[in-house]
């Protein structure tokens, strides 16, 4: 079962930027970033199989940036400009044959993201 280890949240102003970063301990096909601002449901930020074929939600699209190393095994989400709707729990993904993450997908722990105006 592959694991992964998220890191990079925190505090920022709005305008800012923060880089998460999530590290997995095996193979990966698809790796993405979800999100759970508080009180509301997770919702779907970034999805990545290589460097050509990724996926934004529309409310993050020319701010946040996903990228992976495959030798590091490791996707990260660079976020710029960030808002204070952003503020939330960010928790990443992995699946090992599609970008469909279920339950029977990997996660992550989560990762804090607070973003004050």
């Known amino acids: 079962q592959v694991q992964l280890v998220e890191s990079g949240g925190g505090s920022v102003q709005a305008g800012g930027s923060l880089r998460l970063s999530c590290a997995a301990s095996?193979?990966?096909?698809?790796m993405g970033w979800f999100r759970r601002p508080p009180g509301q449901e997770r919702e779907a930020v970034s999805f990545?199989?290589?460097?050509?074929?990724?996926w934004y939600a529309d409310s993050v699209k020319g701010r946040f940036t996903i990228s992976r190393d495959n030798a590091k095994r490791t996707v990260y989400l660079q976020m710029n400009d960030l808002k204070p709707e952003d503020t939330a729990m960010y928790y990443c993904?992995?699946?090992?044959?599609?970008?469909?993450?279920?339950?029977?997908?990997?996660w992550g722990q989560g990762t804090q993201v607070t973003v004050s105006s």
């Open positions: 993904a992995a699946d090992s044959s599609n970008c469909i993450f279920t339950s029977k997908s990997t």
């Open positions: 095996g193979y990966t096909y698809c």
């Open positions: 990545i199989v290589t460097r050509l074929t990724t």
